[in-house]
C-alpha cells in the first residue's frame, strides 16, 4: 500500500528553513558518501551525523534515531540518510522518503 506523503510533510523541514546544524550534518555525510558507497555493506543503508561526526551505519533509520535522542542531541542538530547517491540530490529535488517518516512518527509516540 502507497503511503501518501503529502500529510506528513509538516514532519519534514522545508529545504528554506533546514536549521544550521541539520545542514551542516547533511554535508558532512555528503563528503562522506563516496567512500561509504565505495563500501559495499553500506549500500541502501542508513547513517546519522552530527555536524562533521559519523554517528553510525545501521539497517533502518529508527536504531540510528534512538542513538541521536540517547546523545542527547536535539532534532535540530543532526541528519539521518540513506547511503545512496540519490543523497547527493537537493532536498527540494526528492519526495520525503517513507521510511524515515515512519521512524520519525514512531519515535514520536
Keep these: 500500500?502507497?503511503?501518501?506523503?503529502?500529510?506528513?510533510?509538516?514532519?519534514?523541514?522545508?529545504?528554506?528553513?533546514?536549521?544550521?546544524g541539520i545542514r551542516r550534518s547533511q554535508e558532512a555525510l555528503r563528503k562522506?558518501?563516496?567512500?561509504?558507497?565505495?563500501?559495499?555493506?553500506?549500500?541502501?543503508?542508513?547513517?546519522?551525523?552530527?555536524g562533521d561526526e559519523a554517528i553510525g551505519v545501521a539497517r533502518d533509520a529508527t536504531t540510528l534515531l534512538e542513538e541521536?535522542?540517547?546523545?542527547?542531541?536535539?532534532?535540530d542538530e543532526y541528519y539521518i540518510g540513506w547511503i545512496d547517491s540519490a543523497e547527493l540530490l537537493d532536498e527540494e529535488e526528492v519526495e520525503p522518503r517513507p521510511q524515515?517518516?515512519?521512524a520519525i512518527k514512531s519515535s514520536a509516540e
Aim: charged residues 25%; positive net charge.
Design 32 to 50: 562522506a558518501l563516496p567512500d561509504l558507497l565505495a563500501q559495499p555493506k553500506y549500500f541502501r543503508q542508513w547513517t546519522a551525523f552530527h
Design 68 to 75: 541521536c535522542v540517547r546523545r542527547g542531541f536535539r532534532e
Design 1 to 20: 500500500m502507497a503511503t501518501d506523503l503529502t500529510q506528513h510533510r509538516d514532519l519534514l523541514p522545508s529545504p528554506r528553513t533546514i536549521p544550521e
Design 100 to 102: 524515515l517518516v515512519d
